[in-house]
């Protein structure tokens, strides 16, 4: 039996570009997949339609973001879409809800995306399915009824590690709680018990794996597969950084405790670095009052254009991530494309190597990123070795070596190979 003849379904309720490189990696290499999601951008059916009725100004914002939901590698004809959650779930993010009301909203979101996803898998059978963290159990279910095979993308650390050290940041850090919101109890519960069933897990760092293994998943059932990234978008600049006597430390992310932002801002603060520029780009979250002692310490850039990103990358002399809980966090790969020195922690899910691409440091240790950033800022030799073993780093993890390992691991645990 060759891969044409496998049937799968992956599932994905809302906007998720790995969701999108997976199937189209699946695709690719050969396999009958179908993707389920909320909205996706084909150029085809009633969206087109209805976007096409806007006025000039409201037509061009929307179709602008729905573009962004799509990909190229992606077959129309092979997306079945559940618009109606998706939509209502976006309409309840622009009423400026709480933390918890969004997260509400998405659960719901999730769990009339999952219901409608095991009929289609009920009513398809395909050989294997794959869904997501917190959106995927009717699904699984649907999928072991019969006997196929139901994998599980795991793009987070297992939820009770992130509900433990959400608890001690809240003790740590009580004026950045507001930017830790819990989901639902029942959420938490149901991703528990996805992790137990699924018969595969896939993972996209040794950090998730730990997390998984530490809360009953079993560690023959899980795959570690790290990202990819676009390798000719995110590069290097074609020149050195024209000296203007400033060391820019970029950070790129929710500007969240989860992402460890506090350490990262009290390092900056505590460094005494000359010329130090730290820009945190991303959305503020909680209280604005929580970064009001750092207003000095960084530069704060709510929104960069999505066609704009990679030109970010290539301001700076290092990108800094200290992470609490991640998956794999993308923004780290795209730095290590660009040329950038990386210092992370370990829960970043990071593919950065101590020492060679860059530095892992321990999470919540301040000290420890202080000095990192010191040596990084008075050895621009350091600096540059770094720069060019980061890209070299980045050339082993692009989409296309993503996609080959997915669809070698997936041969294997089919049969296709031994």
């Known amino acids: 039996m060759n891969r044409s003849a496998i049937h799968g379904l992956v599932g994905h309720p809302g906007s998720n570009h790995l969701a999108y490189q997976l199937v ?3 695709q690719s290499a050969g396999f009958d997949v179908g993707f389920e999601t909320g909205v996706f951008w084909t150029g085809r059916g009633v969206l087109p339609k209805l976007t096409a009725m806007l006025p000039g100004r409201i037509r061009a914002s929307a179709e602008r973001e729905l573009k962004r939901r799509s990909h190229p590698g992606v077959d129309p004809a092979r997306v079945r879409l559940q618009p109606v959650p998706e939509l209502m779930y976006i309409a309840a993010t622009r009423l400026r809800l709480s933390a918890e009301r969004q997260l509400a909203a998405i659960a719901w979101r999730n769990d009339v995306f999952d219901a409608q996803f ?3 898998v009920l009513a398809e ?3 294997f399915t794959i869904g997501h963290d917190s959106s995927a159990l009717a699904a699984q279910r649907a999928t072991q009824s019969y006997g196929g095979l139901a994998i599980l993308n795991q793009v987070i650390g297992h939820i009770e590690a992130g509900l433990s050290i959400f608890a001690e940041e809240a003790r740590r850090a009580p004026e950045f709680a507001e930017t830790l919101p819990l989901p639902p109890a029942r959420v938490i519960a149901q991703c528990g018990v996805e992790a137990r069933e699924a018969d595969r897990v896939i993972v996209p760092s040794d950090y998730v794996r730990d997390t998984m293994i530490a809360n009953g998943t079993d560690p023959a059932r899980i795959f570690v597969l790290p990202y990819g990234v676009d390798t ?4 290097p ?6 000296g203007d006597g400033k060391f820019r430390v970029l950070f790129v992310g929710g500007l969240t405790q989860r992402k460890g932002i506090k350490y990262l801002l009290e390092a900056a603060k505590r460094a005494d670095i000359p010329g130090l520029e730290l820009v945190c780009v991303g959305k503020m979250a909680g209280d604005a009052s929580a970064f009001s002692p750092y207003a000095r310490i960084f530069r704060h850039v709510r929104h960069v254009p999505f066609h704009e990103v ?7 002399d290092v990108f800094a991530y200290p992470s609490l809980h991640e998956g794999s966090a993308f923004a780290s790969y795209e730095a290590l494309a660009s040329g950038l020195p990386v210092v992370c922690t370990p829960n970043t899910g990071s593919v950065v190597r101590d020492g060679t691409e860059g530095f892992l440091v321990p999470p919540r240790d301040v000290d420890a990123l202080v000095e990192r950033l010191r040596v990084l800022a008075r050895d621009p030799d350091l600096r540059a070795r770094m720069a060019k073993a980061a890209r070299a780093r980045a050339e082993e993890f692009t989409w296309m070596h993503y996609g080959n390992r997915l669809a070698g691991w997936l041969d294997t645990q089919l049969g296709l190979k031994s």
């Open 118 to 120: 095991a009929q289609r």
């Open 24 to 26: 189209a990696a699946l």
């Open 310 to 316: 990679h030109r970010l990358f290539q301001t700076a």
């Open 125 to 127: 059978r395909p050989r």
């Open 237 to 242: 600049p074609s020149a050195p950084r024209a």
């Open 232 to 235: 000719g978008r995110f590069r």
